[in-house]
């Protein structure tokens, strides 16, 4: 019995140790999809610009979305841009797209922040009603781009939250 308690609390010592690595493996994961998406935009705003000789300038949909109250999701929804946001109960980033110097310039944001879930309309929220890209962190993780490709991270939930 005492050997079977030694273990058990040896494996408790383990999962505390391993606890931080995996929520960093997991926000790290939705980092990348939120740049990935940023470069799909950025894909899509040189196509926009080629027809309409200017970018777009909009909200692009994700969390909000499914956060207000509307009965009416944006989730699945096609934009004028051509991006669309799928698998609503998954989304952790809203994006935005911002035209600037009259159209010939443009920033778009990824925006991961903690709200709490709400029984509006629209796409339910994560299990926990918590959003983000770390549960329970109400720390903003924000990327962007702009017309140039340049990818920067503006605020670094990860960092916040797990390792401070």
């Not at 980092?31 to 692009?60: C, H, P, W």
């Not at 989730?75 to 004028?80: F, I, L």
């Not at 991270?153 to 390792?163: E, G």
Request: aromatic share 8%.
């Amino acid at each position: 019995m005492i050997e079977l308690m030694v273990v058990a609390g040896i494996m408790a010592i383990l999962a505390s140790l391993l606890t931080p690595r995996f929520i960093t493996f997991v926000a790290k994961a939705r980092q990348v999809e939120a740049k990935n998406n940023l470069g799909m935009i950025y894909t899509l705003q040189k196509a926009f610009f080629e027809e309409s000789q200017r970018y777009y300038d909009g909200d692009l949909g994700g969390e909000s979305a499914k956060i207000d109250n509307d009965s009416v999701s944006e989730c699945n929804v096609t934009n004028a841009l051509g991006f669309v946001l799928t698998a609503c109960d998954r989304i952790r980033y809203s994006y935005d797209s911002e035209a600037l110097n009259g159209g010939q310039e443009f920033v778009a944001e990824a925006i991961a922040e903690y709200k709490a879930a709400s029984s509006g309309g629209g796409c339910a929220a994560p299990q926990g009603g918590q959003q983000g890209i770390i549960s329970g962190c109400e720390e903003e993780d924000v990327w962007s781009i702009d017309d140039k490709k340049a990818v920067v991270h503006v605020a670094d939930a990860i960092a916040a939250c797990v390792n401070p």
